[in-house]
């Protein structure tokens, strides 16, 4: 009898798709579900992720430390993606995150020809200057990047704006307008739907790192070079465009890699493995 | 190496920029209701000459404070406005919230959160004296912009000096977005909202969605 050489994928690979839909249906209008749970009605109030973090010119520790009260659901997000990122990789932002996963859809809908390809921009540079300035703009008292870009504020409302006056109230505003524009130049016309996700997401910066740290601890997205053949399939399938191939073997960023796991959907020499990494 | 570094400055310019630019036609208060007054974090202030405004007033009640609070945009001239609330689309009624109808906010109660949406669309002003356009004013082309009057005084002031005049056709000034509570009709939160001429508007306070 021949050896079965068929490995069954696991369902993070086989069902991401609806991970991501239901993900989608629970966290954004019509239903916005969780947010209901606490009086909300989006990511903006108890549950924003991005504000707490940053110090404000001119603020006291006490009202520091309110912002974390204030928003005390988006700070058990945010520590419960960090912590769940560093033992077993960028789950949240491949098969969870609403906003991302509504990005990635759209851009899948779309023709090809539409595309932008953004690999060239070497997203983690890209993403740092970004995300120093989100911190350092709000500390000095410059200005602010953290409402007025946001697309956590943004993508809710494009389905909200169907229902709500006031979710469409975003958009006649020339900073919902930039924000609208965001979402669809680096998401849903951007190869892979997730420029976004990998240029401008300070969660998804913060994320990243806790991914690079908890490397040697948890099971991350790896390469067997052995089985590699350079074909470069997986490279034209990553969404956040973290794997290069150099001397016919490919490598995987760990900085950008979220496990979407289409690269090992692709592999035909079942090179590429979500694992405890080895090197 | 290069690009990378070029790239981290290039990012780091942009959003510097972006941080920096400050949208005129919308602004963000934060606000405390209650009981003997309240209080808004800062005044929030826009630029005059705009077709249509966005002010997102965010308040919470502070104990003991409870009740229902009329909301409403004061100032002269008047303005046309239309308020929304940030609601569920579909209200599981899983917890409690006031409810908004008809400008009105419904069984305020200590710690409730509420965020309300003003759309302003200010009117278009006689710039010699400022009175609201209405529909039997004349109009006047000039530099490619229309400027209305409501007399022939005000229009031959005009045409002497126009300098004098110009930008004065568009809301400025000092507006209120009050919450007065129904039963007891005093205010339990008055947030300013100031109309400020071009370059006028850097001290806008933070700029929230």
Redesign the interface.
Known sequence: MPANNITKKSIFVRKRFWFMLIAALIFLPPLSLFFQFTADSNFCGSWCPRMFFVWRKGMTISAYLLGFLRSYMGVALVFGILGSTFFFGRYWCSHLCPVGSTMEGGSRLLPKFLKINYSSVPAPSFRYGYLAVYFIASAVGIGSLCCNYCNFATVPRIFGAAFMPSDMSYFIRSAGLINLGLVVGLGFIAKGGRAYCNLLCPIGALDAISNRLGLKFGKRMSIDSEKCNGCNACAKVCPTWSIEVKEKKAAIDQLSCMPCRECEKVCAKEAINYDKHTG | MT???M??????CI??L??????T??A?SIGLIKAKGGEARHASTLESGKD?Y?LIATATVIPPYRGDARVVLEGDPELDY?I?????????K????PKFKDNVLYDLRPK??L???V?IKPPVLDPVCNMTYQNEFTKEHMDGKDYFFCSDGCRATFMKNPQQYKGRENVRGNYTLAFYDTKTEKAVLRVPLIFKGKGETKDAG????
């Open positions: 690009k990378k570094i790239f981290f400055l290039f990012a780091v959003s510097l972006a941080a920096t630019y400050r949208w036609d919308s963000h249509t966005t239309k929304y609330s940030s609601d569920p689309v579909i209200d599981l899983i917890r409690r919230q409730d959160r965020a309300l949406w759309v933070e700029q929230h969605h």
